[in-house]
């Protein structure tokens, strides 16, 4: 019997290999074995030698299963035998990028979750194949296994890869899809064009992408658009509690209003664990505070700014009332009961706030004082 050339046999399996993702189908693959051996043999006088040693034939399906089985035993050699007639060499072992990377980068860039079948498909592989095939590019970091028991394996991106291709493109579409920062069940089924097993919805968790709820779904990227939708829903209340307080608040009262008005009015912060739920309430306090156009103050309170500078206004004019006194001829001495006036008012519960609104109210008292001296002495004192 004629025995190919094992070098030239390895060499041509190999490249047909790494155009088939790794493998070669022995049955699919004869006659391109076939050509290319005899090409790479040298032309007409390989190709002579190899039909006359054969009886004028070509080399037949049993010398090469025969040959290709011999370099599949060999320890030393990369090319695998999984089964007759159906051998794999790693495409990670060739140089440069593999098209295995390139496929699933591709993938990725669409699907966040793929399944099996998948896979199956868009590598073109044989149903008993598929499992070394991914076990293969899980010890690579290819791919990422989320197995579920309901639905069949699912796989998403692996560290390999996800250096390069990011998430940039998984956040934009979640995001796109909710409204006001929320999916539904069916709303992340359609985003990850899978079925959202709690396997998957626990890989999307522990990425980071969502967060979940009764029902629903945060999408953490979204975070920003849900806290607004929540301070438009909820500022009414929060002004509200300005009212009656020089329109000065503490940071903390605020935020204890806003948690309790978020309780409330929406179905959220029970389904977060303490980290999440801070998390959610900070980004709902700066929405109010944007919403309701508040100072947020280096000095712990928060201001109603537009009615807090008029109550400022007016009641540094009412303090200016009490104080004036003919006796008082300078700027300076107007000035100085003007500020004992002011500090003897307790215009607040805390005493950040109130020191804070004493100092406003000093400022805006001394300006009505410059503005009276100016007038009444032409420019000075």
């Known amino acids: 019997m004629f025995k190919p050339d094992r070098e030239i046999l390895q060499d041509v399996c190999r490249g047909i290999a790494l155009e088939n993702y790794g493998f070669v189908y022995l049955s699919d693959d004869k006659e391109e074995i076939r050509a290319r051996y005899e090409s790479q043999g040298g032309g007409d006088g390989i190709v002579g030698s190899i039909k006359n040693a054969v009886g004028g034939r070509s080399i037949g399906v049993e010398e090469l299963q025969e040959t290709l089985e011999e370099i599949a035993s060999d320890d030393l050699n990369e090319f695998e035998r999984l089964r007759t007639g159906v051998y794999f060499y790693d495409p990670a072992n060739a140089p440069g990028e593999s098209d295995v990377a390139k496929t699933l980068e591709q993938l990725f860039k ?19 194949d598929i499992d070394f095939f991914t076990g293969r590019l899980e010890q690579e970091e290819y791919l990422k296994r989320i197995t579920t028991s309901e639905h069949g394996d699912y796989f998403t991106i692996g560290p390999q890869l996800k250096d390069e291709s990011g998430d940039a493109g998984v956040d934009a579409r979640l995001k796109k899809k909710a409204k006001h920062g929320l999916l ?29 709820l009764e029902g629903k779904y945060l999408v953490r990227s979204g975070v920003d658009e849900f806290a607004e939708h929540v301070a438009r829903g909820i500022s009414d209340r929060v002004d509200e509690a300005f009212e009656g307080t020089a329109y000065v608040l503490p940071k903390a009262e605020l935020s204890r209003i806003v948690e309790n008005e978020v309780s409330a009015e929406f179905d959220v912060l029970e389904h977060l664990n303490a980290s999440d739920r801070d998390w959610v309430l900070e980004h709902v306090h700066e929405a109010v505070v944007d919403e309701l156009e508040l100072d947020d103050d280096p000095r712990s309170v928060v201001v109603r700014t537009e009615p807090f500078e008029e109550y400022v206004d007016r009641r540094a004019a009412e303090v200016l009332g009490e104080v004036d006194d003919p006796s008082l001829g300078t700027a300076d001495a107007l000035r100085e009961a003007g500020h004992e006036r002011i500090e003897e008012l307790n215009l607040s519960n805390t005493e950040a706030a109130d020191e804070y609104i004493h100092e406003r109210m000093e400022a805006a008292y001394d300006e009505r ?10 420019g000075s004192e």
């Open 110 to 128: 669409y699907d966040i979750v793929v399944s099996e079948r998948e896979l199956k498909s868009r590598f073109n592989l044989a149903k008993k």
């Open 184 to 212: 539904t069940h069916a709303d992340l089924e359609s985003v990850i064009d899978a079925a959202a097993t709690s396997d998957v919805i626990r890989y999307l968790e522990h990425e980071e992408f969502i967060i979940q």
């Open 369 to 378: 004082v410059d503005e009276m001296f100016n007038i009444a002495s032409g």
